[in-house]
């Protein structure tokens, strides 16, 4: 198993609103329930009814069973208790999963009064209520649960509501992905889009073209068929779409340009039917593997035309298809493009990157849906006025890259799913009308390796998410936070994480590690569904590692040196010191582990003087603290927790 630690060192977790719920619940003592989004209608009724050990998940039609299992999979790292699935029909104090076929989209119900029904025109709509479900649930007596009666319906004002994570730039294994769509289904997420190609690699699996497969430095950096079906159907049974995108014309790998490159320029043969035929093939081939998502992605962002448009060749193939300049040859494969998705029964995404609706003897078809991110190559509202539906994924607020990223809190209250910023030109600035065709909204990630995604997603996509299910929940960020803040504790506990406190530290949290010069203590506590196993020395615990039985002594000698913080962009590690790495995971009874995470907390034997020395904000370095337990945590992307 390769190596990659994330930091999970929390930020103020900055939220979102809330809606109305029946004033009589309210007036009777009731708490709103902790839900994001909020949804469209919640009425509380007096009392609750009372889940146990003897509680099943019922699905009422055999297509809902996968849905089953993984809600009581849900239910029970968060909560200890342990619910059966079967089949119907359901009894009182059940949970009962229906399709329904009066419910449209994305639409669904959940009553709860002696038994929790889920209603859904579909699978994902199903989903989407045992989220709501999922979120509900409370703690009672005796080791039992609660679900407060209400009647909620609810379906999401955006019909796109997206996750995209660049996985060509740095290597993202595999399962380093499945927190991510857990996070996505617990929020209502319904696409994750992958960034399958770029200068750096190329991740996708070809059969036909065997040869785009990358490495680096003997890392493997394409997935197996098996890794990306198996992501699809994890992705499918929680109710959240893989989208993929294979970016052209630039922006991609040497390998790709090797197939179908043109020489003496950074850009694909645009003027190759060579190209073309390879592309609908490879095209072919990913619908095959992505057999549930309606999109495909072909990026066409920031190709560089130097150079384009200047060989005899390309000379040749403009005349004959009536194309002026390198921009006519651009516009050209975005329409051969869309024509070969569409032949396989796909819709064509691209990013903002033509101009107008094309130009150079070229017209973009208007049934490409396109998202504008930066406000410059062609803002919303020109395209929108053109007649192109779009997908918000402003870079102000929406992107996440390295520190360049902004809190909820400013997601929650300043942005809306019509209004684009710029990072930079902070004069532009488009508010789009409600009637407008924006589809829905999608957080961006880039640059970033397997290890911080999920840090540096989790503590906004849930406002992202609040803001464009339900616009108008009319609630407080005050509110929002109140909620999130379960909500987020509810990811840890699906995910399996382990909480950590340590006592005696020197120093604050430095890039995921803390400070320690004296010996430290390490305690590690989870909920009560099994066992915690642990390592000091490096290696990723097991069932067969030491078992947690009380606080970890560590110092110096615990210790070894390693190189830190290699930076990719000048080639070397910023910095070497003494550490040690508390490795921590949940085995059931059965030595399987619980979740999708290994928690880490990472310490650094290093001297007060050569803190102060090293870092001026340490120049009175605070007495020695405890941490919170999950403030100081990190994790393997097996999953990853905070930033």
Known sequence: MN?????????????????????????????????IPWPKSV????????????????????????????????????????????????????????????????????????????????????AWG????????????????RLAKMAVEDEPVAAYRGLMIDVARQWHPAQTLRPLIEMCRLYKINYLQLHLNDQQSFTFPSKAF?????????????????????????????????????????????????????????????????????????????????????YIHIGADEADLHGVGTSDEEKAFMAQHGL????????????????????????????????????GGVQIPKDIIVMPFESTYNPANRLVSKGYSVINTAWKPLYVVGSKKWPAQYIYESWNLWLWEHHVNTRTHIQLKKTDPVLGAQMCAWEQSADVELPSTRDRIHAMSERVWNPDAGKTYADFARRAEKTDKLLDRVLGFVDVKTRGLTGRENRGFEYFWDPITVELSCPAVGTIHYTIDGKDPTAESPKYAGPIGLS????????????????????????????????????????????????????????????????????????????????????????
């Open 210 to 294: 065997p040869s785009l497969a990358s490495s680096s430095k003997g890392q493997r950096r394409t997935y197996t068929p098996e890794e990306i079906t198996g992501l699809v159907r994890y992705g499918n049974q929680r109710g959240v779409t893989l989208v993929p995108e294979i970016e052209g014309p630039g922006h991609h790998s040497g390998a790709l340009r090797s197939l179908w490159g043109r020489k003496g320029t950074s850009c694909m043969d645009m003027a190759s039917e060579k190209t073309y035929e390879g592309m609908d093939t490879l095209i072919g081939e990913v619908c095959d593997v992505f057999a549930s998502s309606p």
């Open 324 to 359: 002026q300049g390198a921009g006519g040859l651009y516009n050209y494969y975005i329409v051969r493009m869309n024509q070969i998705i569409r032949k396989h029964g796909r819709q064509t995404i691209c990013w903002e990157g033509f101009h107008g609706d094309g130009g």
């Open 556 to 643: 110096k000698g615990n210790t070894r040196s390693e190189k830190l913080f290699y930076n990719r962009r000048v080639g070397r590690y910023q910095d070497q010191g003494d550490v040690v790495r508390v490795k921590a995971r949940i085995f059931d009874a059965g030595s399987k582990p619980i979740g999708d995470v290994i928690t880490i907390a990472q310490y650094w034997h290093r001297s007060p003087e050569e803190i102060a020395q090293k870092d001026p904000e340490e120049k009175n370095p605070p007495q020695a603290t405890t941490a919170p337990a999950k403030d100081k945590a990190q994790t393997k992307p097996v999953g990853s927790k905070k930033e």
């Open 3 to 35: 190596k990659w630690i994330a930091a999970t060192v929390r930020l103020a977790v900055p939220v979102v609103l809330a809606s109305a719920v029946s004033a009589a619940a309210l007036a009777a003592g009731s708490p709103s329930p902790n839900l």
């Open 43 to 126: 009425k509380l009724e007096n009392g609750s009814m009372t889940l146990s050990g003897s509680s099943r998940i019922v699905f009422t039609d055999a297509t809902l069973e996968p849905l089953a299992k993984v809600l009581s999979d849900e239910v029970y790292p968060s909560t200890a208790v342990r619910l059966k699935t079967a089949a119907g029909p359901a009894g009182a104090g059940d949970i009962v999963l229906q399709l329904d076929p009066k419910f449209k989209g994305e639409s669904y119900a959940l009553n709860v009064d002696d038994r929790a029904a889920v209603r859904g025109g579909n699978y994902r709509a199903v």
């Open 130 to 145: 045992t989220v709501t479900l999922l979120q509900a649930i409370e703690p009672a007596e005796g080791g039992r649960l």
